[in-house]
């Protein structure tokens, strides 16, 4: 079994012998892994500023610029991933961006590896920082400020828990290290431990061969092991997999069943969040059972909800979750749902919680989520993922139905107001990076983009098509906050999709001509758009108008492909 290296400690001196993973295809070692840290104390500590963003896809890399920019006193922040959005936003709150992102954020590199000293570095378990964000699930995404002492304090507590099952064990994930529980159990938690981390890897025939080959330890969300693809070979994974971790979400107990038949282990969920770090375990043998505090964790129940105690709090003294709670004779808690998952419809109180709970009773209905969707008049929804998955894709009638008797099982103990007036049916729940259904990505299902559609002429040239702007469109969002006007953008955008299904279009873009706004449209206006097809010179045009007359036109070209 490796050494245990403290935290603070991990640049203090290279071990030899002590291997930390696979970098580029190749096995790193610690004093491998502290010259690239180096090199990046060398890169940070000549850059100005204090708060740098590091986005990575190999975990060891992350790790040593990690390393590298506590050592010279730099703050930390994780984006969940790269998208514009998501660097634009962190934009105001960081001084520089380092990783693998696009270079119009000209992101900082390592320095040369020559003429940097080999000297070794403590770390100060309170100086070095790092802001997390939580996932969404639950609201809009918060910044998290994490010290290196409460994350050290952490990985103690996994330690002392789990540590004997994972001796010699490799470290395989599917979560990424730009979320808590990826950085602490796929980055820190195997350098302190002297556990190999391999780079991140997702269901396929890859990993099954990468479980097979040495022992291992594989870290998922829920997400991911409901997706166990049982068709392939997993014998070899069986006899090496010491371990399978599970958090992010709870684990449905069809889904653990699954897991211990398809792996042959049953998998260790871990119960905690971005604010309070790891709070307790349960495996997940045959039931579900009651939920048991990490060690060093204190816990108890205030009005009906959890509190807890621990370093790895940033303050001091107890913290009360959001979660809903119950002790159990075993000395544990089973939780019973999300307090501040309680909300008002038409002055009624509605558990978005229990809802799901009583759709999940039907035998037909293997996921429920449900959400309220904002507006003038707040409504409740529910996001179902059917047990036959040829549901989410077939006809309205029998949609309708199965709706239907979702709402009859619902009405034997909600009224109309508070039982969900919208619902989708979809093959699977729309996750973010970590693996987790975000409120964002839940309301994006019911934002339409495209008015429905009716088509009143269509022949090989021409189109006629009439779309009665409702005001829930996707496209009234955000563009004009002080009133709602339908944006040029997307009116080009239509007339391209539905140009698309009119005509058969060559498939390259090539520009647009001749375009031009004249009146604005406004919700509830219904827009008459003609379609002209030029197949010869590959020419699209387009004109939009109503009773306030004409909106925009122009022509669109197309070429074939290259």
Not at 50 to 73: I, M, N, T
Not at 133 to 161: N, W, Y
Not at 170 to 197: E, K, M, N
Not at 419 to 424: A, I, L
Request: glycine residues 8%.
């Amino acid at each position: 079994m490796s050494e245990w290296i403290p935290l603070h400690l991990l640049l203090q001196s290279a071990r030899p012998g002590r291997t930390v993973g696979a970098l580029d295809g190749a096995a790193l070692d610690h004093a491998a892994l502290l010259a690239r840290a180096r090199r990046w104390q060398a890169a940070f500590a000549a850059a100005e500023g204090r708060d740098w963003a590091l986005y990575f896809e190999d975990s060891l890399a992350f790790a040593a610029a990690l390393l590298g920019a506590w050592s010279a006193g730099k703050r930390v922040y994780l984006p969940g991933d790269d998208l514009p959005g998501t660097l634009q936003a962190l934009r105001p709150h960081v001084d520089g961006f380092v990783g693998d992102v696009d270079p119009c954020w000209q992101p900082l590199h390592a320095a040369p590896a020559t003429d940097i000293p080999a000297t070794g570095v403590v770390l100060d378990p309170h100086a070095c920082r790092l802001v997390v964000f939580t996932s969404g699930s639950t609201g809009q995404p918060a910044a998290i400020e994490k010290r290196l002492d409460q994350l050290g304090s952490e990985v103690e507590a996994l330690q002392q828990a789990f540590g004997a099952l994972l001796a010699g064990a490799q470290v395989h994930g599917t979560v990424s290290h730009q979320h808590i529980y990826g950085l602490l159990f796929r980055v820190l938690w195997p350098l302190a431990a002297g556990r190999a981390i391999q780079p991140r890897r997702f269901f396929h025939e890859d990993l099954v061969a990468a479980l097979a080959a040495a022992p291992s330890v594989l870290v998922a969300t829920p997400a991911h092991l409901k997706r166990l693809p049982p068709q392939l070979d997993w014998a070899g994974a069986r006899g090496q997999l010491r371990a399978v971790f599970s958090s992010g979400g709870p684990l449905p107990a069809q889904a653990a069943a699954d897991v211990r038949e398809v792996l042959g282990i049953a998998p260790i969920e871990v119960f905690g969040s971005s604010e309070t770090g790891g709070i307790a375990w349960r495996r997940c043998a045959d039931d579900a059972p009651a939920w048991q505090p990490l060690p060093g964790v204190q816990w108890r129940i205030d009005d009906g909800q959890l509190a807890v105690a621990s370093a790895h709090l940033a303050q001091g003294g107890w913290w009360r979750s959001e979660d809903r709670a119950e002790a159990s004779p075993d000395g544990g808690f089973r939780l019973l749902g999300r307090a501040d998952r309680i909300v008002k419809i038409e002055e009624r109180r509605v558990s978005l919680g229990a809802l799901e709970q009583a759709l999940c009773r039907d035998a037909g209905v293997a996921e429920a989520q449900v959400l309220v969707l904002p507006g003038t008049r707040e409504q409740l929804a529910a996001v179902i993922v059917p047990s036959d998955p040829a549901l989410a894709q077939a006809g309205d009638a029998e949609r309708r139905a199965f709706i239907g008797r979702l709402t009859a099982l619902l009405a034997q103990g909600h009224d109309a107001v508070t039982r969900p007036r919208r619902w989708r049916l979809v093959a699977a729940l729309p996750v973010n990076a970590q693996g987790k259904p975000t409120q964002a990505l839940l309301q994006a299902l019911f934002q339409k983009t495209l008015p429905s559609p009716q088509w009143l002429a269509c022949d090989a040239a021409t189109a006629r098509v009439q779309l009665v702007l409702e005001p829930d469109l996707g496209a009234f969002e955000g563009h004009f906050p002080e009133v709602a006007v339908l944006p040029g953008v997307a009116q080009l955008d239509w007339a391209i999709r539905l140009g698309r299904e009119a005509f058969d279009l060559p498939p390259r873009f090539l520009r647009m001509d001749a375009l031009k706004f004249h009146h604005v449209a406004r919700p509830h206006d219904v827009l008459m758009l003609q379609l002209d097809w030029d197949a010869a010179r590959g020419v699209l045009g387009f004109r939009f108008s109503s009773d306030h007359g004409i909106h925009a036109s122009g022509k669109v070209l197309f070429a074939d492909a290259d």
